[in-house]
Every structure is written in structure tokens, then in C-alpha cells.
């Protein structure tokens, strides 16, 4: 095996001279690295790839910033970050899980700027994000999964949430229901203000305005728990709903299986519509949840290929992105049933 010491003496310069020119810790001349060019091409030495990062002062490696959760990653997560880690390899990066909290944004900034990252895909974002204004002062490439209320020269790609809650809210007039109720993420995310929790909120309380309906909306704790509990709660203040749309994976089985214990039939007495979901998530409930597609793979997609242009290209960003969330048929919607007075 060619090593440096092979390469520093067929260049005729010290093993510290060919160090540098790797790593570029430090100046050398244009014709001191032309011969040890020429050494490592006459002997065949191939650089491994932390020195190829060291010369390059690049780690080619993307941090994925998704704060720990008693949960966990889901089923509808996981899409995302399957399609962040390929479209990462794609672009000759690595993808790893850095799983940092809000508030621990100068570790974020300071792990980077040692080089562990070249830059940092930012996921569970807030309206007023401390990693966000962190990055974005220090010039640390970055792209928000999410939005921030600031969103002057921030990039990000995201779940377009008026348009999601607007279809869900469509679909479900559409077979007849008129009293519809929102089972929301939980009260402390709504208080630390998190994106999706307000801005699913913001959407659903319109779509209903627009037609004339008055809904109702519960922030509820992510445990199936809280969602038995939730639906209690909710039918009591109207025992009259038809329908529930549900932003709330775990706690949307505690609701299926609360209406089933009160015996509901769901579809046949009410039906439950879970958005930012996926079909896979979905099935996991009986019956079949119907559910409105995370675009996960597609944004991750999207993420990386807009953090990939800010590092290489010179900071230029792809312009933002708001994709909708599909439709995909289950079996927990149908048409709203026929009541007496």
C-alpha cells in the first residue's frame, strides 16, 4: 500500500509538506504542490475520505435536526427521512440525526461550524425558532422542514396546511357532514409554537367559516389516552358531530377506539378523517384509517436538494415549497347519517 511518507519521498519534500497540501492547514506553493500532485498520480495513493474532507475543509455530511420525543420517530416521519437520506446520497452526502431540542441551538451552530456538517435540515420548527435566528446570524447553511413567522431570506419546504385542512374539510361537507370537530396536537406544542399546530388550526377554523359551519377544536395530549378522553369531551359539547378530522397519529387510535366504546360505528355513525398522516399509519386501526398524506418523501426530496444548493452553489436557494397532503381512501369516512330532529 502507497502511504504518504512514499509519497513525500518521491516529491523530494517532508511528510509534513505533503500533510499540508492535503488538509490545507497551510500554505504552500504552486510548485511544491504540483510535484506531490505528480507523486500521488506516478504512485497511485489515494487519499481516504477524511483527508479528501480535511483538504477540502468540507465533512459532506448533512445534520437532520429532529428534537427527541418520548415517541419517537413515526410511521409517517420516517417517510421523510428515508427520502432526505437518499436524495442526500444522491448528491454525495451523508444524512445523520442530530436530535437537538429548540433550545439547544448554539450546539447546532457550534458542531457545524467545527466541522462536523457542511449544513443542517431543521424539522418539529416553531413560529419564533431559536435554532432558526442561531444559523441564519452565523451563516451556517441550513433549510426549515417547517416555517417560521419570519420568512425573509429563510428557506424552507413545507406542508401546505390552509389547502390540506381546506380539502379535508371539503371532502367531508361533501358526503353530507356539517358538524365537524378538529382533534389537534397537544396544548404544550400549541404553546411553544409550533408550526403545523397553529397553522392546521388557522386552516380548519377558515374552511369552516367559509362555509357557513361552526367546528370545534380540541388540542389534545399524544397518547391514545387523550384521545378517548378528547372524544368524551367533544361529544359532550356537541353530541350532534358526524365527523372528526384528527392531526394526531397516537391519540387518533384513542379516538377510534372511544367512539367504538360508546358504541359509534365508525363510518356509520361517525367518521374520522386523519390528516398529516399516511395510509400505512392508517392501517394499523380498524377500520382502515382514511387519511390525508404527508407529502414526507416529497418534502424530504425537496429539503435536501435546497440545502444542497445553498452549500454548493454559493448559498443560492431553490424558492420555497408548499405541497398539499393527498387524499387516500380507507374505510373510516363515509356520508354523514340520517338524524331525527
Avoid at 378538529?182 to 374552511?207: K, Q, V
Wanted: charged share 20%.
Amino acid at each position: 500500500m502507497v502511504t504518504m511518507q512514499d509519497v513525500a519521498a518521491r516529491a523530494n519534500v517532508s511528510l509534513s509538506t505533503v500533510s499540508y497540501a492535503l488538509n490545507g492547514t497551510r500554505k504552500i506553493s504552486d510548485e511544491t504542490r504540483a510535484r506531490i500532485e505528480a507523486a500521488m498520480t506516478d504512485l497511485g495513493y489515494h487519499r481516504n475520505a477524511m483527508a479528501r474532507g480535511l483538504a477540502s475543509r468540507r465533512s459532506h455530511v448533512l445534520a437532520l435536526i429532529f428534537p427527541a420525543t418520548e415517541t419517537g420517530i413515526g410511521g409517517t416521519v420516517s417517510e421523510f427521512v428515508t427520502s432526505a437520506a437518499a436524495a442526500a446520497r444522491e448528491a454525495g452526502y451523508h444524512l445523520v440525526l442530530w436530535p437537538f431540542a429548540a433550545h439547544e441551538a448554539t450546539e447546532i451552530r457550534d458542531l457545524t461550524q467545527q466541522g462536523m456538517a457542511d449544513g443542517v435540515l431543521l424539522m418539529e420548527v416553531r413560529l419564533d425558532d431559536p435554532r432558526v435566528e442561531v444559523l441564519h446570524e452565523a451563516g451556517v447553511p441550513y433549510t426549515m422542514i417547517g416555517r417560521t413567522r419570519e420568512l425573509e431570506g429563510r428557506p424552507y419546504v413545507d406542508i401546505d396546511f390552509a389547502a390540506t385542512t381546506e380539502a379535508a374539510v371539503e371532502h367531508l361537507v361533501a358526503l353530507g357532514h356539517r358538524r365537524i370537530a378538529f382533534i389537534n396536537h397537544s396544548a404544550e406544542s400549541a404553546a411553544a409554537g409550533y408550526g403545523p399546530t397553529l397553522r392546521a388550526d388557522e386552516g380548519f377554523a377558515a374552511a369552516m367559516e367559509r362555509r357557513g359551519l361552526a367546528g370545534c377544536s380540541l388540542l389534545c395530549d399524544e397518547t391514545a389516552e387523550a384521545g378517548r378522553h378528547a372524544v368524551g369531551e367533544l361529544l359532550e359539547q356537541d353530541p350532534s358531530l358526524t365527523a372528526f378530522v384528527t392531526m394526531n397519529e397516537i391519540a387518533t387510535f384513542g379516538v377510534m377506539s372511544g367512539l367504538q366504546a360508546r358504541g359509534l360505528s365508525v363510518p356509520g355513525d361517525v367518521s374520522v378523517l386523519g390528516i398529516v398522516s399516511s395510509p400505512g399509519v392508517g392501517a394499523m386501526s380498524t377500520p382502515p384509517l382514511t387519511t390525508m398524506h404527508a407529502p414526507g418523501a416529497e418534502l424530504g426530496r425537496l429539503g435536501v436538494q435546497s440545502l444542497v444548493a445553498r452549500i454548493d452553489d454559493a448559498g443560492r436557494a431553490h424558492a420555497p415549497v408548499l405541497v398539499p397532503c393527498d387524499l387516500e381512501a380507507g374505510a373510516s369516512v363515509g356520508p354523514a347519517p340520517v338524524r331525527g330532529p
